[in-house]
T-cell receptor
Framework: AQSVTQLDSHVSVSEGTPVLLRCNYS??????LFWYVQHPNKGLQLLLK??????LVKGINGFEAEFKKSETSFHLTKPSAHMSDAAEYFC????????????FGKGTMLLVSP | NAGVTQTPKFQVLKTGQSMTLQCAQD?????MSWYRQDPGMGLRLIHY???????DQGEVPNGYNVSRSTTEDFPLRLLSAAPSQTSVYFC???????????????FGPGTRLTVL
């Protein structure tokens, strides 16, 4: 069984300040972990993914995430927020057991103010 | 290369009506899936397919049917629409290689469905 918990439903930051979106997961097997972003009225786009290689994963648009097995966490960070980062972010887990499906978190809405 | 396409973009149905949401991909992906997105719920898997002729149920399959007669197409059928099926529906596909669970999912733009 697998599950994912996004600890904040909304995060508000000012432009130019750091971003931290928190995600905890549970998986019976070695997990694959993903962060997807959804801009208003758009489909989902992959930001980055962890698949048991390097624990610090770099993604698009300056985002990165660190896989911490001891803490079962995969938090998403960015050093400096931009107005265009305002969107909803989803943490996703998939256990690496063959035909595994994806389990989505409930999402974190990132609000960026000028 | 159009990626994943979905039609229609918007649809309004009356309770009891049936309809088919279309999904197509031109990336020769084996794995295709349907999700519904509701506020505060994230995306929940309805049905998925690992190849032509093979489908399986996800987390919330009741009230929906699927079939996969070709690699490219994966339509979702609502048999008798209910207000609880008001949602945004996303189709996704991915290459289904040896490391299937690590593959990136490519999402369509979504279909916004309202059932009155």
């Amino acid at each position: 069984a697998q599950s994912v918990t996004q600890l904040d439903s909304h995060v508000s930051v000012s432009e130019g300040t750091p971003v931290l979106l928190r995600c905890n997961y549970s998986s019976s097997y070695s997990p694959s972990l993903f962060w997807y972003v959804q801009h208003p009225n758009k489909g989902l786009q992959l930001l980055l993914k962890y698949t048991s290689a390097a624990t610090l994963v770099k993604g698009i648009n300056g985002f990165e995430a660190e896989f911490k097995k001891s803490e079962t966490s995969f938090h998403l960070t960015k050093p400096s927020a931009h107005m265009s980062d305002a969107a909803e972010y989803f943490c996703v887990v998939s256990d690496q057991s063959g035909y595994s499906t994806l389990t989505f978190g409930k999402g974190t809405m990132l609000l960026v103010s000028p | 290369n159009a990626g994943v396409t979905q039609t229609p973009k918007f649809q309004v149905l009356k309770t009891g009506q049936s309809m088919t949401l279309q999904c197509a991909q031109d990336m020769n992906h084996e794995y295709m899936s349907w999700y519904r997105q509701d506020p505060g719920m994230g995306l929940r898997l309805i049905h998925y397919s690992v190849g032509a002729g093979i489908t399986d149920q996800g987390e919330v399959p009741n009230g929906y049917n699927v079939s996969r007669s070709t690699t490219e197409d994966f339509p979702l059928r609502l048999l008798s629409a209910a207000p609880s099926q008001t949602s945004v529906y996303f189709c996704a596909s991915s290459y289904f290689g040896a490391s299937a669970s690590t593959d990136t999912q490519y999402f369509g733009p979504g279909t916004r469905l309202t059932v009155l």
